[in-house]
């Protein structure tokens, strides 16, 4: 959860963090961070909780981010490809990328990304790539306008 909104919503989210246990048996706590954390901190965070509770014989199923937290952008060059005949795809040159915000990032804690061009944005997503936790979002505003 984002700290500058702690204390304003801590009773709502506090009662879905006890609903959830209730409800699911799964243990579930809050964690404050700084509007000024990166992306990447929150992934370093992520993968810290989640290699300890592997450690420990223990699942570590996701996170919920609470807040305007931080998302990382990735690019896509021209996803509108389409194939029309066997082996051959066929690429329409006039949409050149896509860019959008992307939650794997914090779900693929093991995966290699990268971003090649130097743009801000990831753009190569290697090595095992299957998510190893969830991500959900409650943002205040839109990640995107």
Not at 46 to 71: I, S
Not at 76 to 100: A, C, D, H
Request: net charge negative; aromatic share 18%; charged share 30%.
């Amino acid at each position: 959860m984002i700290s500058e909104i702690y204390w304003d919503i801590y009773a709502e989210v506090d009662q879905y963090r006890r609903e959830f246990i209730e409800n699911h048996g799964i243990l579930a706590y809050l964690k404050r961070f700084s509007r000024y954390a990166s992306a990447e901190t929150l992934r370093r965070y992520l993968n810290r909780v989640y290699n300890y509770y592997l450690k420990h014989g223990c699942d570590f199923l996701g996170a919920v981010f609470v807040g305007d937290l931080p998302y990382m952008l990735f690019e896509v060059e021209n996803p509108w490809s389409f194939r029309i005949e066997m082996n051959k795809t066929y690429k329409l040159p006039f949409l050149g990328s896509e860019v959008f915000p992307c939650d794997l990032y914090f779900m693929d804690l093991d995966g290699a990304w990268t971003d090649s061009d130097g743009d801000g944005a990831l753009d190569i997503h290697d090595g095992d790539v299957r998510p190893e936790i969830f991500i959900g979002r409650l943002p205040r505003k839109p990640l995107i306008r």
